[in-house]
């Protein structure tokens, strides 16, 4: 699949899963594509847990409770870690958004389905519980999960609003009150 098509063709999918494990060698494919994202200074600030040990999988379903979390042959819990730069910035969410669109592409591509879950959890310290439950170091931070697996029904991207209600060239015209 090319990558204009991945764009085409990528959704979040929240249903359950096949029961079927995902290669290592797919495994490892999406993986790097979160690893080469582009980095902010090339600071590289995310990192990767690849939880695939089905009592791990379990606990993690039981803090983030929903069809994926359940039934995902893999759950890749992304970490940030904040590094200030040579301008005393820092890019860590950046670094990881970038990771995280890769992923979701590269698991597009090789026909897996996954949603990016990071709302989840920031209630109730969820985040913080899968941060001791897979011994996270303490600088780094759980920033999302991505439960991945063969989907069991075939989902469809969402409609995005029209090119016009989202873009303009060079600048704004004042007083049209649209792009």
């Known amino acids: 699949m ?33 690893l080469k994202a582009p980095s902010g200074c090339n600071c590289q ?5 690849i939880v695939t040990e089905g009592s791990l999988r379990k606990k993690i379903a039981e803090i983030l409770p929903s069809k994926v979390t359940r039934t995902a042959s893999v ?11 040579h301008t005393g910035q820092t890019f860590e969410l950046e670094d990881y958004g970038a ?16 949603v990016w879950l990071d709302g989840m959890l920031k209630l109730d ?6 941060h001791r439950l897979l011994s996270v170091p303490q600088e780094k931070t759980v920033r999302a999960i991505l439960p991945i697996g063969v989907p069991r029904e075939k989902g469809a991207p ?18 049209t009150g649209q792009f």
């Open 125 to 130: 310290g969820k985040a913080e519980k899968i």
């Open 45 to 49: 600030s995310t990192s990767f847990v």
């Open 75 to 85: 759950i890749l819990v992304i970490l940030t870690e904040k590094i200030i730069t």
């Open 99 to 114: 990771a995280v669109e890769n992923i979701l592409l590269a698991v597009t591509a090789l026909g897996y389905a996954t």
């Open 2 to 34: 090319d990558i204009f098509e991945a764009l085409s063709s990528r959704y979040s999918y929240r249903q359950e899963f096949l029961n079927q494990e995902i290669p290592e060698g797919d495994i490892r494919k999406i993986v790097a594509a979160g």
């Open 158 to 175: 969402r409609e995005k609003k029209r090119w016009e209600e989202r873009v303009v060239y060079n600048k704004y015209e004042k007083g």
